[in-house]
């Protein structure tokens, strides 16, 4: 003998006791579609623009750009590292304007842009 299920897609109960199909997974989209109309207009576009600013910075500061092999010198460290520099994250209170506040990559290893004491290309 079957057992009867009763369901319920936020709150409503469902009647006939079987999920609705596929179109019911989709309710609410338009919410996420529609965000930029909501204010949300630009959000992660302007996030894009304020890393590259800051990227950009970084790269004017060091004369060096992200992405390519250097050897680094961290303060507070006795040898220097080598390897890919890469952006590892942005401090989301700078606003992507201050390359101090980037967050870098080294071989796995993440740490400051403010602790670089020395930074040359290899």
């Given at each position: 003998m ?5 369901w319920?897609i936020a709150g409503?109960p469902v ?8 179109l019911g997974a989709?309710?609410g989209?338009?919410?996420?579609e529609?965000?930029a ?11 894009k623009?304020?890393a ?5 910075a ?5 004369g060096?750009?992200?992405g ?7 303060r ?13 994250e942005e ?7 201050d ?5 870098l990559?080294?071989a796995g290893?993440?740490?400051?842009a403010a ?5 040359s290309r290899?």
């Amino acid at each position: 003998m079957p057992i009867a299920r009763s369901w319920a897609i936020a709150g409503t109960p469902v009647v006939g006791g079987s999920l609705p199909g596929p179109l019911g997974a989709v309710a609410g989209l338009d919410l996420f579609e529609n965000a930029a109309e909501a204010g949300a207009a630009g959000g992660f576009e302007r996030w894009k623009v304020e890393a590259a600013v800051a990227k950009q910075a970084f790269e004017q500061r060091w004369g060096i750009p992200l992405g390519k092999r250097v050897r680094v010198q961290l303060r507070g460290e006795p040898r220097e590292r080598e390897g890919l520099l890469r952006v590892a994250e942005e401090d989301q209170t700078s606003g992507g304007r201050d390359a101090r506040k980037l967050r870098l990559s080294l071989a796995g290893y993440v740490f400051p842009a403010a602790l670089i004491e020395s930074l040359s290309r290899v």
